[in-house]
């Protein structure tokens, strides 16, 4: 059980939508860079440093194509390289290109994490209150999805088995496939109806329903959300009054220090970012302790 | 039956989100406007679904699709671009009206990213999916419905419009601008990966549409569905 899970969805959710609004909005590098070394090292915390580092090879790709895309599409800037077909490639569109990687980078990462620390289902439990209607046909849904994954392996072994779905070459595989997946189709929409009678007979849409409180809120939670606020305000403001917005064309190297205003809003801004790191590394670094005590 | 503190606070957050979204593109943070506006544009649809007044069989049988289509898409997960989802969203939309055809795709967009992973990309497809799906809706009652020409049509639109919306997302988030030029290159660079997707629509929708008319059309027949 990570920290996480012990608290109230919404708070979760709140973090990491203020920190991906954070990330996608940073132009600074040094913004960009301590968002960036906080998505990896709240990877690290949650999947270990083994697996995290078992994504280095796709993201250097990832990290190489966007500075590609940005040296050979953008011709803007003062420093010019070289020329390509009488284009000029700069150093500052390779520079611009290297930082929206690490940005991209760090959505990914930061949207991973986000789906470990809320799984499908409390994810889902978010929107029951306001959007109940929708929150029942997704979980319905999830409900289906496994029953169904079971159901077409054993449809396609028994039609296998009968020697129904042989043939060679890619179109028969995919005819066969395809009847199995509408066997499946024919199955589950009569039983779904079933279920909805079910669901009927239990009284759904009958006026007068309450909810079920299955996610209690916590003083926990109440902290957190505060300390949310109060780091968001100075986190955002730079957003809001357009100060210290970064410039790629034309490079300002003076601006790379951030000013006082800009340096405590970065701050506020990782601290965000770090605040589940400390509270799941805290988690992490207790199990590991307890677990060799054993 | 939505209640009137409900339907405030849904058209509160609509519109917050929305006054964030001009606010972001006056600014020019596109990196967050243009997903933002992706999910903006699904959420009158999302709303509707909630308002309306149907049953739990109707229920049932988009979630049975939206599994469908999620199985089928992890099912084929080992081959790129060549997935079912398009054309069983298309179905749906073709056997159950524009406003299932629409939740079939959004939602199978949102469910079976928990298995491909989630990021911006998912407002993208949610309404790329949701799109095409709302689009074959709109041809439920018409006596087109199984005009293999409209289907082709579906298809084909269906892997465009896919293309055109997830490179939306790639553009803005390698470049941080909407520059013509760099959205142009990657549609012309995902060219083929565009043709393949209209290309499996087609294909799909060819293998697929008879049995799976056959098996809708039945189940509205039998339990007045979508009446």
Known sequence: ?294 | MTSVKTRVFLLAFGGVLVLFDVFLWLRGQYRLAIPLLAFCLTLPALIVFEWRRSGARELAAIAVMTGISVVGRVLFAPLPGFKPVSAVVILTGLSFGPLAGFMTGAATALLSNFFFGQGPWTAFQMLAWGAVGFLSGLFARSRLRRNPLLLLLLGVIGGALFSALTDLWTTVAATGTLLPAAYLTFLVSGLPFTLLYAVSNVLFLLLLTRPILRKTDRLKQKYGLFA
């Open chain 1, 1 to 294: 059980m990570t920290y996480a899970d012990r608290l109230h969805p919404l708070t979760v959710f709140a973090f990491y939508c203020a920190i991906l609004v954070l990330t996608m909005t940073a132009t600074h590098p040094v913004a960009l860079l301590s968002l960036f070394v906080s998505a990896v090292l709240l990877r690290a915390v949650q999947i270990g440093v083994k697996r995290t580092l078992a994504g280095v090879p796709i993201a250097l790709l990832l990290l190489l194509s966007v500075t590609a895309i940005n040296l050979f599409l953008v011709h803007r800037g003062a420093k010019i390289l070289f020329f390509l077909n009488g284009k000029p490639i700069t150093l500052e569109a390779g520079l611009a290109g290297v930082f929206s990687g690490l940005m991209i980078l760090s959505v990914i990462l930061f949207c991973a994490c986000m789906s470990r620390s809320l799984p499908g289902d409390r994810m889902l439990s978010l929107f029951k209150r306001r959007l109940p209607r929708l929150a029942l046909l997704l979980r319905m849904t999830l409900g289906f999805i496994p029953r169904m994954r079971t159901r077409y392996r054993e449809i396609s072994d028994a039609r296998g088995a009968l020697g129904l779905s042989r043939g060679r070459g890619m179109l028969n595989v995919l005819r066969a496939r395809l009847t199995d997946l509408s066997i499946l189709l024919t199955l589950t929409l009569e039983e779904s109806m079933d279920q909805a009678d079910g669901m009927r007979a239990r009284g759904y849409g009958l006026p007068g329903a309450t909810r079920a409180v299955t996610e209690p809120r916590s003083a926990r939670d109440a902290i957190l959300s505060v300390g949310l606020v109060l780091l968001l305000v100075p986190a955002l403001l730079p957003l809001f009054t357009g100060r210290g917005e970064w410039n790629w064309y034309p490079l300002d190297r003076s601006a790379l220090v951030p000013d006082l205003f800009l340096s405590l809003s970065f701050a506020a801004g990782t601290a965000i970012a770090v605040l589940p790191i400390l509270l799941e590394g805290k988690e992490t670094l207790k199990w590991h302790i307890l677990r060799s005590r054993i």
